[in-house]
């Protein structure tokens, strides 16, 4: 062999240590990933492939536990639910944030760091304590509005009552999740060339103008990363009406939401199999909303 050929063996020696060098950096996270992400997966599409039976044991049914979660009018009743508390907690508590990122970016606001600690603070108490403290409060034998009951002789509205116990929940999530999606929409505000304001000043906008022909443009991504977020949040809703299920029986029923379906099928039923395809179906529908939202936003950005 020439010197020629000795010469393209260790390049491609070379070239072929230096493909593996990229995966020994990956790897690490590729090994979790797999393990913590992709087996689990793997694992619930096996087990919704089978049904398990007191009497004849496990057996191979293939779809029908699928075709079983269409036909259940108990998941319809809970993806329904979650779609109406979509529709409505969603924009209300997108636009609170926005507000509020929109007061602190202009600085006008008297103490705005002290305001944006105070706005985000909420997010950092974790979801099961916010869910007891309100449901104390929500209490009217033994919490707040028991106590401003009894104090001023009124009746008000319980609002764990069935009627009111959605909007109650809603309550609470826009409660710790105003913060959050306050500080992804500031972040945005905080990249915008200062310029931009300065020579809209100098042309004679006002306030009102800027926000609508500056700001607004410019969280129009930040708003699509918000609205994605708060959509897959909003269907994975469990903490706060399993909470609340304990305070109000009457109200939360076991398939208030599809992920609390999922909970009380398993562990309530020992119905793993069904479980498992009732989450499977919920992560698909999920994955195609929240990808229907991001073309659609991306479409108009474009």
Known sequence: MGTEGHSNVRRTRAAGRRSWIGWRFVGPF?????????????????????????????????????????????????????AAFLAVQVPIMLFLALLVALAIDSGRLYGSAFFRISVFLPYAVPAVVAALMWGFMYGSRFGLIGNINEAFGVSLPDPLSPGLILASIGNIVTWEFVGYNMLILYSALRVVNPSLYEAAELDGAGQLRIVWAI???????????????????????????????SLAPNSVTTYFTPNYYAYSLSFGGQRFDYAATVAIVMGIITMVVAYLVQLRGMRKAA
């Open 30 to 82: 590729m090994a979790v990933f797999g393990l913590v992400f992709l087996a689990p997966i793997a694992s619930s599409i096996h087990l919704s492939l089978f049904r398990t039976r007191l009497i004849g044991g496990t057996s191979f049914v293939g779809l029908d536990n699928y075709a079983k979660v269409l036909r259940d009018p108990q998941f319809w009743s809970a993806t329904g639910r979650v």
């Open 215 to 245: 700001k607004l443009p410019a969280l129009r991504g930040a708003l699509l990363v918000a609205t994605i977020f708060s959509i897959i949040g909003s269907f994975q809703l469990f903490n706060e009406p399993s909470i609340l299920r």
